[in-house]
């Protein structure tokens, strides 16, 4: 069991070593710019071990993704409600300044957001994420018909709300400026959710 467990642990760090000094490198040059042997490499690895963790070159930078691909899931089990848990959680995360919820003006996070989105490949790769996510939370909500449209409508409506805060403060705006019009607008959305959504409120 601990042997598993400090085998898990290594494998996590190698996954978030190579996955930091990859985004290092799209960061600095461009994502086309730089082959995966550039970042095998620099990493000191070989490329065949590179591809056992991250199958794509996509997935270098996606891997970041990879934590919270089943969190709504997670929180919509919590309970009292599903639509009330996931309303917490995303307030919570806009109070702590979470980069999933967008508002976050860190240099770093800004940088990695705007490598994510002006890049093609990477957008895409993103929807593949929102996908399983939306599974997953399909799962946690019955796995029916109507699960399915609601979580589709959830991961929707908290993907609009980031990607807006991250546009506000990728154009200028200060995060403190921006906090309550985003707290404002995910009161209103939830408030939507649950208004269409009875059945998970």
């Not at 290594?10 to 600095?28: C, P, T």
Request: proline content about 5%; cysteine-free; glycine content about 8%.
């Amino acid at each position: 069991m601990g042997e598993i467990g400090l085998r898990e642990r290594k494998k996590q760090r190698m996954y978030q070593a190579v996955s930091d000094i990859a985004i290092g490198l799209f960061l600095e040059k461009g994502f086309d710019a730089v082959s995966v042997a550039e970042v095998a490499a620099a990493a000191e690895i070989s490329k065949p071990t590179l591809f056992r963790y991250f199958p794509s070159k996509e997935d270098l930078v996606l891997h970041r993704f990879a934590d919270h691909e089943d969190e709504p899931a997670r929180v919509a089990a919590r309970g009292p409600s599903p639509l009330t848990a996931l309303r917490r959680h995303f307030l919570d995360g806009l109070e702590r300044r979470d980069p999933v919820t967008g508002l976050n003006d860190a240099p770093q996070v800004l940088a990695y957001h705007r490598l994510l989105y002006g890049t093609p490949s990477l957008a895409a790769g993103m929807f593949r994420y929102l996908e399983r996510s939306e599974a997953a939370l399909a799962g946690a909500l019955g796995g029916d018909l109507g699960a399915r449209l609601a979580a589709g409508q959830i991961i929707a409506v908290q993907r609009v709300l980031a990607l807006e805060n991250w546009r506000r403060i990728a154009d200028g705006e200060a995060v403190e400026r921006v906090r309550p019009d985003a707290v404002a607008a995910a009161e209103e959305a939830f408030a939507q959710l649950e208004a269409g959504l009875p059945r998970y409120a």
